[in-house]
């Protein structure tokens, strides 16, 4: 039976920044693209405190720049959001994101967190990053689930791929609508057994 829906953060509750803000603060996105994918992956396991000021410092902006042009280039999807409010009487929720340790208070108030997730983890707070096994276990297991009581709503295929092998459903995200047309027949062939 699915007790639980667990959401991405970039791509579905808000647009990914990270090479948009890289573009339009004047790097090359396209030639830079493993540096980038390097870094970020290095702060979302943990192994580096923040990709902040590495990306700054390849830039040559400010640190203050930079999360500025992040913030500016991620705006929250508020159509995903309600969706989040109204099932949240019938399903627990939470959010798992692929970012530094501590990053969660930079793009999130807490009231807000706690407005729509019962949990809310970023992977460089528990050392491990999607689509690695482990943040798939210990998301269900802070809900109190099992990984096959959970769906992760994803919009990388990989991160859906991670998680089904660790035994959740999922659903690679596109749009609400298609999320909303996906979801229903997995809710209806999970909760009548």
Same mark, same amino acid.
């Given at each position: ?17 990270? =090479? %948009?803000?890289?573009? &339009? ?7 830079d693209h493993n540096f980038i994918a390097s870094t970020m992956l290095a702060s979302d396991r943990g192994q580096i405190t923040s990709a902040t000021?590495? =990306? ?9 720049? !930079?999360? &500025?042009? $992040? ?12 969706? %989040?409010?109204?099932?949240? $009487? =019938? ?5 798992? /994101? ?8 930079? !793009? ?6 706690? $407005? ?19 943040? @798939?276990?210990? /998301? ?10 959970? %769906? ?5 295929? %990989? ?12 659903? /690679? @995200?596109? $749009? ?18």
């Amino acid at each position: 039976m699915i007790k639980a829906l667990i959401f991405d953060c970039f791509g579905v509750i808000r647009i990914d920044p990270t =090479f %948009i803000a890289y573009r &339009q603060l004047g790097g090359d996105d396209e030639a830079d693209h493993n540096f980038i994918a390097s870094t970020m992956l290095a702060s979302d396991r943990g192994q580096i405190t923040s990709a902040t000021p590495v =990306f700054a410092e390849k830039l040559g902006v400010t640190e203050a720049k !930079w999360e &500025q042009a $992040s913030q500016h280039a991620s705006p929250f999807d508020e159509d995903v959001l309600d969706y %989040i409010a109204s099932i949240r $009487s =019938f399903y627990k929720t939470a959010m798992l /994101t692929n970012i530094g340790e501590g990053d969660l208070a930079k !793009w999130f108030k807490p009231h807000v967190l706690e $407005s729509y997730f019962d949990v809310a983890l970023a992977s460089g707070d528990i050392g491990y990053a999607k689509p690695e096994a482990q943040a @798939y276990e210990i /998301t269900a297991e802070r809900l109190g689930l099992r990984c096959d009581e959970c %769906i992760m709503i994803d919009d990388r295929r %990989i991160n859906c791929d991670g998680a089904k092998a660790a035994g959740m459903h999922v659903v /690679t @995200y596109v $749009s609400l609508d298609q999320l909303k047309d996906e979801i229903i027949p997995i809710l209806a062939a999970q909760n009548d057994k």
